[in-house]
């Protein structure tokens, strides 16, 4: 929920956050929705179809409601627009979640883990690599990232002034699969490893951090009043519902079976 959920989380921060310093902030807006829904419907849903996803007490008590609590939180927020004091209080909302988090994972700790010894495996079988080759690692990947975004957002304006599409809806379908398919590799690839508990934390993780930090870069930005009534209406509903279905399908057999994950799939799709 922490590491993954902001990793994966980069792309929707930097679209967003460039749509609305371009003025565009039904995109920015758009991708946060559409993000979470295809996180809980589209990735959850083929995730589940991979493996049987099992969910842990832990994570039922503590991220599923922060979960919930941030989305309903971004989607009064993003009513007319999220204005420079809502940013703050989405940021702060973020803060409050994080700590959460971290002291809930501080009191489950680590005993009768093999989390330590993983670790150490994983660092003595490990190439060390040189701390030059590491910064140009991330230099590379950060200069992706952002002529990506760049190009994701310049390409959805163009697109929706083509096709005469608002810049919500193109924010919500295209731009939001684009920005979601690190969660998408994410996900599959825990699944395929057994290791449930990643796969959940990726798309809970990075929900709250689309709705609170993302959210929070949208305001901060000034793009200004958000006028996109299906985007702010329709696609909030959209986004809420999902979420609530997500939610139940975590919380009824502390699983997502394949039947559950069919189901989820089949609500994003519809």
Same mark, same amino acid.
């Given at each position: 929920?922490?590491?993954? =959920?902001?990793?994966?989380?980069?792309?929707?921060?930097?679209?967003?956050?460039?749509?609305?310093?371009?003025?565009?902030?039904?995109? =920015?807006? =758009?991708?946060?929705?559409?993000?979470?829904?295809?996180?809980?419907?589209?990735?959850?849903?083929?995730?589940?179809?991979?493996?049987?996803?099992?969910?842990?007490?832990?994570?039922?008590?503590?991220?599923?409601?922060?979960?919930?609590?941030?989305?309903?939180?971004?989607?009064?927020?993003?009513? =007319?627009?999220?204005?420079?004091?809502?940013?703050?209080?989405?940021?702060?909302?973020?803060?409050?979640?994080?700590?959460?988090?971290?002291?809930?994972? #501080?009191?489950?700790?680590?005993?009768?883990?093999?989390?330590?010894?993983?670790?150490?495996?994983?660092?003595?079988?490990?190439?060390?690599?040189?701390?030059? #080759?590491?910064?140009?690692?991330?230099?590379?990947?950060?200069?992706?990232?952002?002529?990506?975004?760049?190009?994701?957002?310049?390409?959805?304006?163009?697109?929706?002034?083509?096709?005469?599409?608002?810049?919500?809806?193109?924010?919500?379908?295209?731009?939001?699969?684009?920005?979601?398919?690190?969660?998408?590799?994410?996900?599959?690839?825990?699944?395929?490893?057994?290791?449930?508990?990643?796969?959940?934390?990726?798309?809970?993780?990075?929900?709250?951090?689309?709705?609170?930090?993302?959210?929070?870069?949208?305001?901060?930005?000034?793009?200004?009043?958000?006028?996109?009534?299906?985007?702010?209406?329709?696609?909030?509903?959209?986004?809420?519902?999902?979420?609530?279905?997500?939610?139940?399908?975590?919380?009824?057999?502390?699983?997502?079976?394949?039947?559950?994950?069919?189901?989820?799939?089949?609500?994003?799709?519809?």
């Amino acid at each position: 929920a922490l590491v993954i =959920g902001l990793g994966t989380s980069a792309p929707e921060m930097l679209v967003s956050g460039l749509a609305a310093l371009q003025g565009d902030p039904a995109v =920015g807006a =758009g991708n946060i929705v559409g993000s979470n829904i295809a996180n809980l419907g589209l990735i959850l849903g083929i995730a589940g179809l991979v493996g049987n996803i099992s969910v842990t007490d832990a994570t039922l008590r503590t991220e599923v409601p922060l979960v919930v609590a941030a989305t309903v939180a971004f989607a009064l927020a993003v009513q =007319g627009g999220v204005s420079v004091g809502e940013g703050l209080a989405l940021l702060a909302g973020l803060v409050g979640a994080l700590a959460v988090v971290v002291r809930r994972s #501080r009191a489950v700790g680590t005993a009768g883990t093999d989390l330590e010894e993983d670790v150490e495996d994983f660092l003595a079988h490990e190439p060390r690599r040189s701390t030059g #080759r590491l910064v140009a690692a991330l230099a590379v990947g950060l200069g992706g990232i952002i002529g990506g975004a760049q190009a994701l957002v310049g390409g959805a304006i163009e697109v929706a002034d083509a096709l005469d599409l608002s810049g919500g809806l193109v924010g919500m379908t295209l731009v939001a699969v684009g920005t979601s398919v690190p969660e998408l590799v994410t996900a599959v690839a825990a699944v395929r490893a057994g290791e449930d508990e990643l796969v959940v934390g990726n798309v809970l993780g990075s929900n709250l951090f689309n709705c609170l930090a993302v959210g929070a870069v949208v305001g901060l930005a000034g793009a200004g009043p958000l006028d996109d009534t299906t985007l702010t209406t329709g696609g909030v509903a959209l986004m809420l519902g999902v979420t609530a279905v997500a939610a139940a399908a975590l919380a009824i057999g502390r699983r997502v079976t394949r039947l559950e994950a069919a189901g989820l799939l089949a609500t994003y799709l519809v």
